[in-house]
């Protein structure tokens, strides 16, 4: 038997279903699907994504028998509507749609109407009554076809619609005769002529078979390519081809069109929402020509296709167990669903849908925990554009302009165009702000540094200015334009691609929707949505934040309520530990609210650089001997262990890895020669001294010189400083009645013997604080482990977990180490390798399994050969990125450690694990 490439829908004869998305693609599975359980739908066939497939495979050549099967499906949709493909009394019209099993724009657009000729534009005339309408449809396929299937500019035809408009002296389409919509048809054709140099086929088989070869071949344009590039499409057959019976929706007022939501993509609630627009035919609702009305409105004017619509919105929602996207059109009265997809959504409405519906028992946790996707729910803790004002600020006319919603969150700002400025603003409001009483700094700030930084497009030379700015703004430019790929990395609000929005560099202004700004007028973004407002809006903290800080109560947050719950669930799955990076007790106590377990990484160095601790420490760098070094190092000491005191009261008993001194020591000394002469003075030391210093401790490659553990060995004084103030700190804590459990780590160790000396003077300064105070390693149970990021640590895991009660993978340094280039340096071919697939995403955002995870996997295995109880974790970058966190879990890791804000990301993303595996 040939090959099946054709499957039908509608009613009984229904073929395909949801399951058989790709070959029928997301449109036609779902036709069939809606069909099959008996929703209105108009019957057609779809064309499989396997022809496309075949076409591209096989030099542009469709399989055998296709064009039969197309037959033989055509008959039948004779058959059960009773009419005929061009007949001059019955004519059977249909539209042409594409459709992948991935949504997907930037592919070919519907043609509507197909069928029509000027035979059976008559009979469509005289069987409606209504020959404008006829005439309206006939010249809108004219125009649809010549654009879509033969590539005649659509100016064109909107050059010659005007033209009739402006000889008849009226504005809109709709004053249009029959007779002018007549002539227009002429005039369309002629121009079909001129650019196509052939006649406008007749034939509706002929008019088909174009219609089904350019869907086919729109799969391979270069806008749709990289679109799949740009969205990580990837292994699709191609796309499906669908042909379904026309429903008119623009035969008059008992007539209409719409799209729909069945709950609020926005929000989550759970409402009908959607637009619709009376006697309009589907495309005039997204196309913007009348603004359609909110969905609620067709209960005053169809009720009973309203109710009907309810109903439907049930079904689908019990049936798919999900928010569905949806269109329809009602002719004359009788309502008819053109389309069900899932619905996109915002990560707050994801949240809310995902818990609501387990609670109406439609789905269950584990299903709700996979449904919201990881990587974008820190979303829910940017700050927000205030919904009552921001809701004034709407209904007064105030949106000037919709971009992209390309970074999340709500910002209002002084305008500024040039990066630049946004720095020298800052600055300047910084030092009036000094001047201020200090209780009215805050505001102040608030009103005068809060900037929107507002370019045509951004370029590396603007990350100054974006830095400082509170919300970037762009005319051009995509969701991965450079505003938009580094305003989501420094987490600041951002609408890229507003291209209503006029801007001039040179006169400083802005202008939209017929409003001028000029630069320090206020204006607000809303990151979330893309719209931009002419006006001030208050800003908000995110309401879980708010929450989290006491400033709200749990009962007046229903988001924070469910947020509570579902995170309960992801805790309730997972199997990998989740704790944070902090240096401070601030940071410690944030993440602590977000669910950390603990500190995976707290670095000591940060601690250095505050106040005068730099002078002592400076100091110690300049001794010349070691008791001039140790005399440097008991001033720090107290400081260290002060800090230390505050992270562990932070932690209330949750266990904090520390990691002993990193950086190599020239980080710490001054470079220019004011500086070095400050040192100098304060040092009462002769500043060739310092730079003297300064010149023996350059090195020719930094990263891999005198740092980590080298330091310790070097100077072991200065690791033994670091454990007294550790073990101190925990003491005093210990002495408050709370627990403490410190666990020491020691950086960058390639080799054993590195971690056995280093690990000798950490335990050596433990066990004595530990004794001078009576306490024993019962009460202040401590551990010693390493960070791995050397490749020779991996190769050599299982030497070294002899010596290392844990394991922490410094993945920013392992991958360095092992890809053999510098994150500093890379970014000069990077982005380039990503482009051409050499790595699939930037090792240092998304771990590189192949390579990077290999080291990772033997470093375990080896480990845990020789020391079975080995603890391991991950403390690079990589420990709160979803996908990396998966793989931690794979390899079988303890726990991942990652920034306060990332944390729940990572609890999330450690169950979907679970759920996935
Ligand atoms: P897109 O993927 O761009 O939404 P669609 O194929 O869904 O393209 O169609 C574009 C518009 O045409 C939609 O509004 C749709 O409802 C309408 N449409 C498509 N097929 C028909 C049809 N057979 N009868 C009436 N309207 C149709
Ligand atoms: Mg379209
Ligand atoms: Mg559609």
């Not at 449109?27 to 108009?42: C, D, F, Q, T, W």
């Not at 924070?560 to 669930?569: I, T």
Request: glycine fraction near 8%; proline fraction near 5%; hydrophobic fraction near 40%.
């Amino acid at each position: 038997m040939a090959n099946k490439y054709v499957y039908f829908f509608g009613g009984d004869d229904t073929e395909g279903k949801t399951e058989m998305k790709e070959i029928l693609g997301g449109k036609g599975a779902n036709l069939a699907e809606m069909s099959r359980i008996k929703l209105p739908v108009p019957p057609g066939f779809t064309i499989s994504a396997e022809v496309c497939d075949h076409y591209y495979k096989n030099g542009e050549q469709y399989p055998e028998n296709v064009w039969e099967q197309v037959d033989e499906n055509l008959k039948k949709l004779e058959n059960v509507m009773n009419r005929k493909f061009g007949d001059p009394e019955k004519p059977l019209l249909v539209s042409v749609r594409s459709g992948a099993a991935v949504s997907m724009p930037g592919m070919m657009d519907t043609v509507l109407n197909l069928g029509l000729n000027p035979e059976s534009v008559k009979a469509l005339a005289q069987k409606t009554g209504n020959e404008r309408f006829a005439w309206d449809a006939y010249r809108r396929f004219i125009n649809m076809f010549g654009d879509v299937v033969m590539g005649v500019p659509h100016e064109e035809f909107e050059k010659a619609i005007q033209a009739k408009k402006d000889e008849r002296g009226v504005k809109l389409d709709t004053e249009l005769t029959a007779e002018d919509l007549k002539d227009l048809a002429e005039t369309y054709m002629k121009i079909y002529r001129e650019h196509t140099g052939e006649e406008f086929p007749t034939d509706p088989k002929e008019q088909l078979r174009k219609a089904v070869n350019a869907v086919v071949r729109s799969w391979n344009t270069p806008r749709a390519v990289k679109y799949r590039e740009l969205n990580d499409i990837e292994g699709l057959l191609g796309t499906a081809v669908n042909v379904q019976v026309m429903v008119f929706g623009n035969m008059g007022y008992n007539c209409g069109t719409g799209v729909a939501f069945t709950r609020d993509p926005a929000s989550g609630e759970n409402k009908f929402y959607g637009e619709f627009l009376m006697n309009a035919q589907g495309e005039d609702v997204v196309a913007g020509i009348r603004t359609p009305e909110p969905i609620h409105n067709l209960k005053k004017e169809m009720p009973e296709n309203y109710e009907q619509l309810l109903e439907i919105r049930e079904k689908l929602e019990q049936h798919y167990t999900d928010m569905q996207d949806v269109e329809f059109t009602i002719q004359d009265g009788k309502l008819w669903m053109l389309q069900t997809r899932t619905g996109k959504r915002t990560i707050f409405a994801a949240l809310l849908i995902a818990v609501e519906m387990v609670e109406e028992g439609l789905i269950d946790d584990k299903e709700a925990l996979l449904r919201v996707p990881a990587e974008q729910l820190n979303q829910l803790f940017a700050p927000i554009l205030d919904a009552e004002d921001r809701r004034k600020a709407h209904d007064d006319g105030e949106v000037i302009a919709t971009g992209l919603p390309a970074s999340p969150g709500g910002a209002t700002g002084t305008l500024v165009f040039n990066a630049e400025h946004a720095e020298e603003y800052t600055a300047k409001a910084k030092a009036e702000a000094e001047k201020l009483p200090k209780r009215e700094r805050a505001a102040f700030l608030e009103e005068q540094g809060s900037l929107i930084l507002c370019r045509i497009e951004t370029t590396p030379e603007d990350i100054g200015g974006m830095a400082v700015a509170k919300g970037i703004l762009t005319a051009r430019g995509g969701m991965t334009s450079h505003a938009a790929v580094v305003a989501r990395g420094m987490g600041v609000p951002c609408v890229a691609g507003a291209g209503e929005l006029d801007i001039d560099y040179d006169k400083k202004t802005l202008a939209a929707r017929g409003r001028t700004f000029k630069e320090g007028d206020r204006i607000s973004i809303d990151g979330f949505t893309g719209e931009v407002f002419g006006r001030p809006i208050t800003v908000k903290p995110s309401e879980i934040l708010q929450v989290l800080n006491g400033e709200m109560s749990p009962n007046d947050s229903l988001l924070f309520r469910q947020y509570e719950k579902f995170m309960g669930w992801a805790d309730n799955v997972r199997k990998l530990g989740v704790r944070t990076n902090a240096d401070t007790p601030r940071d410690t106590e944030v993440a602590v609210k977000f669910g950390a377990e603990g500190i995976g990484l707290c670095r000591t160095e940060h601690m250095f650089f505050e106040g005068d601790r730099i002078v002592a420490f400076r100091e110690m760098i300049l001794a010349e001997n070691e008791e001039s070094r140790r005399k440097a190092l008991d001033k720090i000491l107290p400081l260290q262990r002060d800090d230390f005191e505050g992270i562990f009261r932070a932690l209330k008993g949750r266990p904090a890895t520390i990691r002993t001194l990193d950086p190599p020591l020239h980080e710490f000394l001054p470079h220019d020669d004011a500086g070095q002469k400050q040192v100098a003075k304060q040092l009462g030391v002769d500043v060739e001294v310092v730079r003297n210093k300064v010149k023996s401790l350059s090195e020719s490659n930094p990263m891999l010189g005198h740092r980590g553990c080298r330091l310790g060995i070097s100077y072991p004084e200065i690791t033994e400083m670091q454990a007294r103030a550790i073990m101190e700190a925990a003491v005093i804590v210990k002495k408050d009645e709370l627990e403490v459990k410190p666990e020491l780590m020691i950086p960058l160790v390639g080799n054993v013997k590195e971690l056995a000396l280093q690990k000798e003077v950490v335990i050596r300064a433990f066990e004595d604080v530990l004794a001078a105070n009576g306490l024993t390693k019962e009460d202040i149970p401590y551990l010693v482990g390493t960070m791995i990021e050397i490749p020779r640590a991996c190769l050599t895991a299982d030497e070294v977990a002899e010596e290392a009660e844990f394991f922490s993978f410094g993945t920013n340094d392992l991958t360095q180490m092992g890809c053999g280039f510098s994150r500093d340096d890379a970014g000069t071919f990077l982005p380039e390798y990503v482009r051409l697939g050499i790595y699939q995403k930037d090792p240092f955002q998304v771990l590189d399994q192949e390579g990077i995870g290999k080291l990772v996997d033997m470093a375990c295995e080896l480990g845990r050969k020789t020391n079975p109880n080995l603890k391991i974790g991950i403390c690079g970058e990589h420990g709160g990125e979803p996908k990396s966190v998966k793989f931690c879990h794979r390899a079988g890791l303890n726990y991942v450690s990652c920034s306060p804000y990332r944390v729940p990301v990572a609890r999330l993303a450690a169950a979907q694990a679970v759920l996935e595996s």
